[in-house]
């Protein structure tokens, strides 16, 4: 086979992290070549149609998106790329409703906000709720300092800046808010951010749980006008404009590495693609076993960084197009979360049977886009999540029947728990199980958070041994196996990989 084109860069995959370090790379004057598999550029974050309704893939809500007058993370990113997003801010944090322990509560946004609702709610907790959460903003400020000065982290200016952040990094939550004596009845209100981590609160690392309750708290929650869609094609128009090219329908069925740096790719049209840099959305985990050519260029160390590391979860959503409105059917926010108990550790365990999990994370996204869909229907998305191990027992015979039976079970278990009626309305409904992310998103056994979190590896330490984790030289990857497993996350990272070759470029005198 002959090598018909070179690039600089060659990004496999064109997921959240795999567009954000094209558009990166290509705004620094680099030549960038995208390949995605799918017929559409951004993995996780695309929409799909049935009948009138245009589905979310997978997005509930971004973080780290601020106002515009004071934009946080992810705003400045898309501005940094000349990019106008429509984002639209989320009413409220969640609306928690918890069985076991009789729980009603909406979380509001702002700070002061959720104090004086968690005082209304459980009168004389504000001492507690405050703490909790003074601890929550060192945690955020600390790791804020770590990203914006990744490579180049000064230890003295930590243990005299963030010294509670120090003493508690490497402890679970569990561990932390016994040390803080915060009571149950608080940390239950809190655990309706919980469905975003989905880690057993005495495994969880503290550290990323401040992080995530304090920065959406504190910023709030935001969603795209026109879905995740909007994010993934705006960065692909944007990289066409800028010289870079993402090429669809392009499967990477191979890695090329000579004396253990990259050669470059092949794809499933057989073509050999030429380039010094690899930015890698597709896991470590699909990469070293199933990309690498010859195999034998892998060396043990990769392989036992992968091994090491425990795989998260994978999810179940069930997507409902109902031909009554939001308001008919009485849904009067935009996200709602049910618990059967706020006992993480039981909500963990019934993700690995073959039932309807004891939590169940909606929202309604007509409620804040009204014109999401056709007036006089409403589009109603109840997700939860699954141990991949659970699905490894349905046999191809098994399957439609397994995907039914819980579809209905998620269904009526909502109904119940909210005293709302859906299924005398529904018009269309579509599931997406741990299959069907593993068939669509080649994702490896249909994760959707990337790898698991615990407490030697979380977002901090990754942060801290990003550059020390490339095995082959010039291949690096992006995306939630990369950082963390946060939505906006996977853009940052993107945005920073992509970064760390531009300087190595930059030092090879390759890049002016």
Same mark, same amino acid.
């Given at each position: ?67 515009? *007058? ?348 909210? *005293? ?93």
């Amino acid at each position: 086979m002959s090598t018909h084109r070179e690039f600089d860069v060659v990004v496999v995959g064109a997921g959240n992290g795999g567009l954000t370090a094209t558009a990166e790379l290509c705004k620094n004057g680099l030549d960038v070549l995208c390949l995605e598999k799918h017929n559409i550029p951004g993995g996780f974050a695309s929409s799909f149609v049935r009948g009138q309704f245009e589905f979310e893939a997978s997005m509930h809500v971004v973080a780290e998106v601020g106002s515009p *007058k004071d934009p946080d993370v992810l705003r400045k990113a898309f501005r940094d790329f000349g990019i106008n997003i429509d984002w639209v801010k989320t009413p409220e944090a969640f609306h928690l409703i918890s069985e076991e322990e009789n729980i009603d509560f909406t979380m509001p946004f702002g700070i002061e906000n959720a104090i004086a609702a968690i005082e209304e709610y459980y009168p004389g907790s504000e001492y507690h709720t405050r703490r909790y959460l003074d601890l929550c903003k060192e945690v955020s400020d600390a790791i804020g300092y770590f990203g914006r000065n990744e490579g180049k982290i000064n230890k003295l200016f930590i243990l005299k800046s963030f010294p509670n952040f120090v003493k508690t990094a490497a402890y679970s939550v569990e561990q932390v808010l016994d040390a803080l004596n915060t009571p149950q009845q608080i940390r239950n209100l809190f655990q309706g951010f919980w469905g975003y981590l989905a880690v057993p609160m005495n495994k969880l690392n503290w550290g990323l749980w401040a992080l995530m309750v304090y920065s959406f708290l504190n910023r709030g929650g935001y969603i795209p006008r026109m879905r995740s869609t909007e994010l993934s094609l705006a960065l692909q128009d944007k990289i066409i404009h800028t010289g870079g090219l993402v090429e669809c329908n392009s499967k990477v069925t191979k890695i090329i590495v000579n004396d253990r740096k990259v050669w470059g790719v092949e794809t499933i049209h057989g073509e050999r693609i030429k380039c010094n840099y690899i930015l890698s959305n597709a896991s470590p985990t699909i990469v070293y076993n199933n990309l690498i050519r010859p195999q034998s260029q892998v060396p043990s160390i990769a392989y036992q960084n992968v091994n090491s590391r425990s795989t998260s979860l994978s999810g179940f959503v069930v997507h409902l197009g109902l031909n009554k409105s939001a308001e008919e059917i009485g849904f009067d926010s935009y996200s709602k979360i049910i618990h059967k108990t706020s006992d993480t550790s039981q909500l963990n365990k019934s993700f690995r049977k073959l039932n309807a999990p004891d939590i169940t994370v909606s929202m309604c996204l007509n409620n804040i886009v009204p014109k999401a869909s056709p007036e006089g229907t409403s589009m109603i998305h109840l997700t939860t999540f699954f141990d991949p191990k659970a699905w490894e027992l349905v046999t191809p015979a098994m399957y439609h029947q397994t995907k039914t039976r819980i579809t209905q079970e998620i269904i009526k278990n909502f109904e119940k728990s909210t *005293k709302m009626l859906l299924t005398p309305y529904i018009e269309e409904v579509v599931s997406s199980t741990p299959a069907t992310y593993a068939r669509y998103f080649d994702s490896y056994q249909g994760l959707i958070y990337g790898y698991g979190l615990n407490s030697w590896d979380h977002t901090i330490s990754r942060v801290m041994m990003i550059e020390n984790e490339e095995y082959i030289e010039g291949l690096s990857f992006v995306g939630a196996h990369a950082l963390n497993q946060a939505f906006n996350s996977t853009y940052v990272s993107g945005i920073n990989g992509a970064k760390r070759v531009i300087k190595k470029i930059l030092k090879e005198g390759r890049l002016k």
